[in-house]
């Protein structure tokens, strides 16, 4: 089911499947002379980076080691699937270890859990991102990120997919002026403010015997 999200994701972003092995795609996307390669791979083990790299370098299809773009510009797409969410702190070193290594392609290691699977096995990559918008299920998620829900599936496959552009909901946006007056009531700073607004040429001294002056007077009430 993982599998299948990020496929659609692919496809999604233009990326189209050229070459499949048994746990890895190969996909490409064009645009003009701009060429971006990704691989997506089901790592049934963690492995050390070089085999990684040594596996992924056997299997890859020849248009793509002959490419001078591929080693540069490709995303290998890790997914992994652990028994319990918990079990990431025992794999944690092994996880970075593959992410921060520097070498043929930038990796990326997205692991879940069978409950995942099952919290997400009615979704599609377009209801994925709806639910992303969905703000009592972030809020759900931001108290206990660790928790195997839909939005746990949702939020990492979006932060592990670089080329994945977060869903927005277009909001009217208030004027920075009108949020800056706001603050300003709020702090009861009106008159400080009204003062530096219109005099653009106001002295250092003349602020700071307002601002007294402000104070004296909150005193005096």
């Known amino acids: 089911m993982i599998t299948d999200l990020i496929h659609q994701a692919l496809e999604a972003n233009g990326f189209s499947k050229v070459h499949e092995k048994q746990t890895t795609g190969f996909y490409v996307r064009e645009s003009g002379t701009a ?3 990704a691989i997506l791979h089901r790592l049934e083990n963690l492995m050390a980076p070089g085999d990684l790299n040594a596996a992924i370098n056997q299997s890859a299809p020849v248009e793509f ?5 591929f080693k540069k510009n490709c995303d290998l797409i890790c997914i992994h699937q652990l028994d319990k969410l918990a079990e990431f702190k025992k794999h944690e070193e092994q996880i970075f270890e593959i992410e921060e290594d520097p070498h043929f392609y930038k990796k990326y290691v997205l692991y879940y859990s069978e409950t995942e699977v099952e919290a997400i096995k009615n979704l599609d990559f377009e209801k994925l991102k709806e639910l992303l918008q969905d703000k009592s299920q972030f809020n759900i998620y931001k108290n206990d990120p660790t928790a195997a829900t839909k939005y746990s599936v949702a939020a990492k496959i979006f932060i592990k997919l670089p080329f994945l552009q977060l869903p927005i909901n277009k909001a009217e ?10 603050a300003v009531a709020e702090s009861e700073l009106t008159n400080i403010y009204n003062t530096i607004k219109h005099n653009s040429q106001i002295n250092v001294e ?10 004296l007077e909150n005193f005096k009430n």
């Open 65 to 69: 080691t002959t490419d001078p773009a």
């Open 35 to 37: 060429i971006r390669f």
């Open 173 to 182: 946006l208030v004027p920075l002026r009108l949020q800056i007056e706001e």
């Open 206 to 215: 003349d602020l700071i015997k307002e601002m007294i002056s402000n104070e």
